[in-house]
């Protein structure tokens, strides 16, 4: 299992940026993604952006796709989300997973490890 702790997450004018961290704990399979969702209240948890092990390859939401970027610092086990250019309807919690697939977005639930979610609040 991995353990996964998420920060960053706060309060900001859109326009504005913020970068998240995920530091993880753990097993983290070969071959695996780890990447961050999101849940706006009474929306369905929609993924965000995933990166493959070695950090070779990335997948991003068309929401998202020039806005964000995620990366990985292996040597450290964290994770990041540079978010730049941020709009009102980014405005979620943001969660952190690893051991995930690499080729899709969509969210399976069951699958990976989770963290308990950083809030993100952006205001127009």
């Known amino acids: 299992a991995v353990k996964l702790m998420e920060s960053g997450g706060d309060s900001v004018q859109a326009g504005g940026s913020l970068k998240l961290s995920c530091t993880a704990a753990?097993?983290?399979?070969?071959?695996?993604?780890m990447g961050w969702f999101r849940e706006a209240p009474g929306m369905e948890r929609e993924g965000v952006a995933l990166?493959?092990?070695?950090?070779?390859?990335?997948l991003y939401a068309e929401s998202v796709e020039g806005r964000f970027t995620i990366s990985r610092d292996n040597a450290k086990n964290i994770l990041y989300l540079q978010m730049n250019a941020l709009k009102p309807e980014d405005t979620a919690m943001y969660y952190c997973?690893?051991?995930?697939?690499?080729?899709?977005?969509?969210?399976?639930?069951?699958?990976?490890?989770w963290g308990q979610g950083t809030q993100v609040t952006v205001s127009s």
């Open positions: 753990g097993d983290i399979y070969s071959n695996s993604c």
């Open positions: 997973v690893a051991n995930y697939f690499c080729d899709r977005l969509t969210y399976s639930k069951g699958v990976g490890s």
């Open positions: 990166i493959k092990d070695d950090g070779g390859r990335t």
